[in-house]
C-alpha cells in the first residue's frame, strides 16, 4: 500500500458535476488500495470573486484580512469534496491548512512553508480517511492565516508528498500534461511523456502554464515524481522526475511563451560602481521579481539599465525606480508594456553549438524583431513584441520539430 | 472608557454599500472612545446558497463538513469588514472564531459554546483594533469548526460581551426592536422601549424573530443588558435587561406567533406508566426539540399523546415516532403540518385572572378554533390553523392594545 497525494485545481472542481468526477476519481484510487492525500484548489473562479468583493471596498485591502479572506474558496471546495466522497460511501474529511499542520513564514499573499506537522493527516489516515486538504493555504507563528501566492495548491501538494514519502505528487488539471509548445498556438504540438525538473522548470517560469515554477523546484530539491495529467481523462500525462541518463539528455523539450512581460529602461545614467543596487534593492524590498536585466555599457561614461518584470508590477515598479532614476541622475525612465517572452528550453543545448544561431534565423525569417536576448543553461528567451508571439512559437515549433521527434 | 460588543446580522452586511455603512457605524463609536469587539453574521443568502451547494453533492451532507463549510461565511464577512474599516483609517482584525478562543462541545451543527480564552482578543483591543469576530462558530477539543445552530451569531456577541464584561450587548438588525407584534401584520404596532429577558425569551421563542432565544438566555444568566436596534438608522431600538420593579410588571408586552409548527398525535395508546418516556426518550437522542406536550388521559386506559415540534423536524420525528408506536400498541400516528402558534406575552399576567379568558373570547369571535393550549408563567399560547394566524395576531393585538398603551 502507497501514499499518493493528489491535486485538483479550480477548474477541475468548478461545479457540482465536476466534484463529483473528482470524487469518483479519489474513490477508484483508494479501491485500488492506495492511501490518499489530496489537495484541492477554489472553485472556479471563486478567488478572483472574493478578490473584486474586496476591491469594492478597500483600494488596497489589507494583506492580512485579504489572505483570510481567500483561503475561504479552498476550504469550501475542500469540505465539498469531503461530503461528496462520504455521500459516496467513502470515509474523508476535510483539513483546513492549519489542521494539516502548514507552517508558513509571516509574509502575506505569498508566504513561504516553514515546515508541516503531519501529526493530524497521519491521525486521519490511520482511520482510514482520504484526506482533503484545502490547498494554498497556511498559518503563521502567530496562528494567522496566509496564502501561499499564485499557484499555491501546488506548492501545498508537493510539500506534502515530501513530508509524508509519497510516492508520486499527482497534479490534476484541465491539460493533458506537458506539451513542446502551447496546442492553441501550435496544433501539432506533442505531448512529453517525460521531462526533467529543471526543463520543465524553465517551460513553467516561461508562460507553459501547467503548474507552479515554486512547486516544480520543490519536487526537484527532495527528489518528489510529479504527475501532471488531466482530471477528466485516463491518459498518463507526463512526468516530471530526473533525468534518466546524465549523456542522452534532450536537446530541445519545448517552446514556451510568457505575455505578462514589462520591460523599463533607466536611461542614460552616469555609470559608476553601486548603481544596479540603488535600482534592485528598493525593487527587492517591495518584492517585486524582476526577471531579465541587460545593462549596456555605454560610451562617455553613461549607460542604459534595462529589465523586465510582470505586467501587473509595473505601476508598482515605476513609482520605485522614477524616485531613484531622479536621485541617480538617470537621463528618464520610461516602460513598455506591450511585450511577450519566447524561449526554446532543452537540457544539453549549452553543449551543442548553434541553437541559439537557429533561434534568431528562424524569427528573423519571419520578420519578427528581438528587444532583449537572455540565456540560461538550458534556455534560450527572446523578448518580442507581444503582437508577433504566436508567429514566433509557431516559427520556432516548426524549427525544432525534428527534436521533439527524437524525444518522443 | 468602556467596552461595547455588537452584532450585525446578515442582511446588515449584505452588500458593499452595506458594509460600508456598518464600518461608519462602528468607525462612530470608536471616535467616541469606546473600545470595539463587533461580531458579524454571513452576507446575505451566503448560508442558504453554500447549504444549497451541499445538497447538491450529498443527499444528508457530513454534519462536521458542513459545519466547516458553513463558517466560511462569516470568515468573509468579517474580513470584509475589517479592510472596509483599514481602508478607512480605522485599526481593525477579523478573527475567526477559533482564533477568538470560543470553545464548544462536539456537537456539530448545534454546538453549544464550554468556554471562551478572550486572550488573542485583548491582545489585539490593547493593540487598539477594532476585533471583528467570525459568528456562529467555536471549535471544538479536537480544533475542529463547529457551528452554533440558529442566530449563533447572536449567541456569539452575547458570550463576549459577558466574558469581556462589556457594559452592553448591541444586536443590530433589520428591526427597529421589539414590537408589540409584527408590524407586517399588524400595522399600528408599538415598539417597545425596554423589556425583560423572560418575556423577550417567550416572545423570541414564540416567533418575534428578532433575536435568538439561546442568546437572550445567556444574556439573563448573566445580567448583560442586549439592545436590539436597526443597523439603517439611529433609534435606540429596544433595551432587554432585568425588570425594573418587582410589582409594576407590564401585563401584556406583546403578541407573538411562530408558523413552523407541526402537530404529531399518537392516538389510542393503552394507558400505562412509561408511555411518554418510549415517546419522547428517542426523540430526544435523535436531537428534536419537542415543544407543547398534552397527554388526554382517556376513558377505559387508552389515551392519546399530541405533541408538536419545528415543520423541519417532522419527516424526521415521524420516522421515529412511527416504530415506537407499533411496539407501544398504539391505535394509529397522525400528523397535521398546517398549524402555527400565536401567544400573548407579559410578566404579571398569572397573578390577575381574566387574561387566558379575554385571549380566547378575542378568538372566538373571529371564529378561530384552538387545537391545543398550553401556557407558561408569563405567556399563554394558542396552536391554531395556519390561515387564521394573521387574522389571530390582529384581534389579539386590538383585544389587548390598552395594555401596550400603558405600558408605553
Known sequence: MSLVVQKYGGSSV????????????????????????????????????????????AE?????????????????????????????????????GLQAG???????????????????????????????????QGVNSQMDTTTLGRGGSDTTAVALAICLGASVCEIYTDVEGVFSADPRIVPEAMKVDTIGY???????????????????????????PIRVASSSSDSVGTLICKE?????RNKVSGIAHDTNVAKIMVIGVPDKPGIAREVFEPLARANISVDTIVQNAGIDNITDITFTVARTD?????????????????????????????????????????????????????????HLITTSEIRITCIIQEERVKD???????????????KQ
Open 198 to 224: 529543471e526543463e520543465m522548470l524553465e517551460l513553467a517560469t516561461y508562460g507553459a502554464s501547467v503548474m507552479a515554477p515554486r512547486a516544480v523546484e520543490l519536487g526537484q530539491a527532495y527528489g518528489v
Open 14 to 57: 468548478a461545479n457540482a458535476d465536476r466534484i463529483r468526477n473528482v470524487a469518483s476519481r479519489i474513490a477508484r484510487g483508494r479501491d485500488a488500495g492506495n492511501d490518499t492525500v489530496v489537495v484541492v484548489s477554489a472553485m472556479g473562479d471563486t478567488t478572483d470573486d472574493l478578490i473584486s468583493l474586496a476591491h469594492q471596498l
Open 314 to 370: 509595473v505601476v508598482k515598479a515605476l513609482s520605485i525606480v522614477e524616485p531613484v532614476g531622479r536621485s541617480i541622475g538617470a537621463a528618464r525612465v520610461t516602460s513598455d508594456e506591450s511585450l511577450s517572452k519566447v524561449s526554446i528550453v532543452g537540457t544539453g543545448m549549452q553543449n551543442t553549438p548553434g541553437y541559439a544561431a537557429r533561434m534568431f534565423r528562424a524569427l528573423a525569417e519571419e520578420d519578427i524583431n528581438i
Open 102 to 136: 502548514i507552517r508558513t513564514d509571516t509574509q502575506y499573499s505569498r508566504a513561504r512553508i516553514t515546515s508541516i506537522d503531519p501529526e493530524r493527516i497521519l491521525q486521519e489516515i490511520g482511520k482510514g480517511n482520504a484526506v482533503i486538504v484545502a490547498g494554498f
Open 392 to 406: 514566433a512559437v509557431r516559427a520556432l515549433h516548426k524549427a525544432f520539430e525534428v527534436e521533439f521527434r527524437q
Open 60 to 96: 488596497r485591502p489589507d494583506e492580512r484580512e485579504m489572505d483570510v479572506l481567500l483561503s475561504t474558496g479552498e476550504i469550501v471546495s475542500s469540505t465539498l469534496l469531503a461530503m461528496t466522497l462520504k455521500a459516496m460511501g467513502h470515509n474523508a474529511v476535510s483539513l483546513t
Open 244 to 248: 534518466g541518463s546524465m549523456e542522452l
